[in-house]
């Protein structure tokens, strides 16, 4: 087993959760999940399929936690399950008639971060990307709701936004627009010369791990020059415990850390499963 392999792995072992523990299962292609541990995620979903903002229960159905829930669900295997099925129903019923998703204005008393604050074209921009990716991965690249978001992005480019809140979501819009132009269009180019904008000390994990996990989907290789600069990055800043740092706080380490060793799985990096 590679060694940033086995550090990460101990890393999620002792400071995760059991669902967490699970995802990590189901990332080494271990056996399918206990029935505890996959109520521990399906109890929090909602009778409308949404999961609740923040994943965190009483709290209203929002597009990026369901399009979280949807991840999750990969991770584990059981993204075709039937709760699969009714959270990305959850995110078509919600998207709007031009193809844009935006969170929902109940999660406005719970003082959502910039890039999701309902009513902002940039938060329009990010959840888009999100929910329109995690579809991508559900449903198909090619389905109808994809497109339609694509056309959507294409047509309502950013204003001047911060660069600690361009890095994630220039990386999101550009593997969205990717899927629907293709890997020779424009879009590819724009989008990397925006990303090479971005100070590379901004690239938390977080960060790294989101825009890799949209590269994979818009079909991007390991050979790519922002998905090579992105791998070697990310584990160029894995701690010697193992685990990445999470900008959100330490109660997402683990979580961050799952999400890293995931799109490094997703793209090749030795794994050590054979």
């Avoid at 060694?3 to 059991?18: K, T, V």
């Avoid at 996959?38 to 709290?59: K, N, S, V, W």
């Avoid at 790294?208 to 949209?214: G, I, S, V």
């Avoid at 600069?229 to 900008?247: E, F, K, M, T």
């Amino acid at each position: 087993m590679p060694a940033y392999l086995s550090r990460a792995a101990g890393f999620i072992e002792e400071n995760g959760d059991d669902l967490e523990r699970a995802r990590l299962a189901g990332l080494l292609g271990r056996f399918p999940p206990e029935a505890r541990t996959l109520r521990a995620l399906t109890a929090r979903q909602h009778e409308d399929g949404g999961f609740p903002y923040g994943m965190i229960p009483g709290r209203p159905s929002s597009v990026t936690a369901t399009a979280r829930g949807l991840r999750w669900m990969e991770d584990l295997r059981i993204l075709s399950s039937g709760n699969g099925g009714r959270a990305a129903s959850f995110l078509l019923m919600v998207q709007r008639p031009d193809g844009a998703w935006d969170e929902s204005p109940a999660v406005i008393k719970f003082d959502p971060p910039a890039w999701i604050r309902p009513g902002t074209s940039f938060a329009r921009r990010y959840c888009t990307g999100v929910a329109a990716l995690a579809l991508a991965r559900a449903l198909g690249p090619s389905s109808d709701p994809v497109v339609l978001a694509a056309g959507f992005l294409r047509s309502h480019p950013d204003g001047a936004v911060p660069a600690e809140e361009l890095a994630e979501t220039a990386a999101i819009v550009t593997a969205l627009l990717t899927i629907a132009e293709g890997r020779s269009s424009s879009v590819a180019a724009d989008g990397a010369e925006a990303l090479s904008r971005v100070p590379a000390d901004l690239w938390t994990p977080d960060r790294l791990a989101a825009a890799l996990h949209a590269f994979h989907t818009a079909g991007f290789g390991a050979d790519d020059p922002m998905v090579s600069w992105a791998i070697r990055r990310l584990l160029d800043i894995q701690l010697p415990d193992g685990g990445w740092r999470s900008a959100l706080g330490s109660d997402h380490d683990a979580e961050v850390s799952l999400d890293a060793l995931s799109v490094l799985f997703a793209f090749g990096i030795p794994s050590g499963k054979q």
